[in-house]
């Protein structure tokens, strides 16, 4: 008697624009093989435009989550059925779950992961934060201050009403020696724009400061670099993204 074998595959993957490497594809697939889940894979999806999503969920009837990436954190929202509390309150969303019965739920992990790693580091309270950047890993960050209390100023290219510029940091120094907590939550210093740094004065930063990056390859970023020179107690990226990765699949998972 013949009999009909179905194979039943669980599917996974990073959508965004450009995709040549990826953290979370390598960081799920080992996982896959230490947990002995065979059938389950991670795809990198390239989307010119956000507008492909319906598609790529019709043709992976398999697809129980995705995460997502530059530059679509903000723009998938309108296309999701419902958002979470956290990705609600950030405006970004970075994981999605696809629910049994194909409707498209948004998380933000990057929130979690920020706030876990940063507890870890320090005990938030006595500082005032910078931070650089106004991109979706920024909303995850400020939503987390404002969760601690943290008082913090944003720090962009361009002016705009309570934001500052990297010159007006420069202009006058009390912002740089009163906010000791410096988060970068921009692309500067990521590989393979490894020289390039955030435009601020270094001789102004000391032992008081405390300089997160959010960016984790290279693992030293120019900008640590600098602050580890004057003294400062520096963070890199890589235990946030641990952390944001493995809140992902406790989602899909639930
Ligand atoms: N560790 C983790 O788990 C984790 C998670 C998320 C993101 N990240 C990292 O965080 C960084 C930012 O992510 P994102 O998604 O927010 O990126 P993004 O939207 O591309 O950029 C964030 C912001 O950086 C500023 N910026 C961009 N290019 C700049 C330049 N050449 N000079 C100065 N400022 C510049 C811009 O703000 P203005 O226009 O206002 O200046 C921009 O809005 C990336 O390196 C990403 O890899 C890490």
Redesign the pocket.
Known sequence: MDQAFEIIMVEFGLIGKKLSHSFSKEYFEGKFIFLNLTDHFYHLFELNEISGLPELIQNHPALKGLNV???Y?EDIIPLLNGLDDIAEKVGAV?VVKVEADKTLSGFNT?FY??KKSLLDWIAPGEQKALV?????????VCAVLEDLHVPYIRV???KRDD?LTYADLKADKSFLKDHKLII?????G?FPEVN?L??IDYALVGPEHFLYD???NPDLTLFLKKGFGRGASIKN??E??H??AEKSWEIWSA
């Open positions: 990436t530059i530059p954190k970075n990057d992961g920020f650089f950047g106004t991109g979706g890993a920024a909303r995850a962009s290219r361009k934001i970068n939550a921009t692309p500067l990521m390039t955030p435009d959010l960016v984790y990226g890589f946030m993204l952390l944001q």
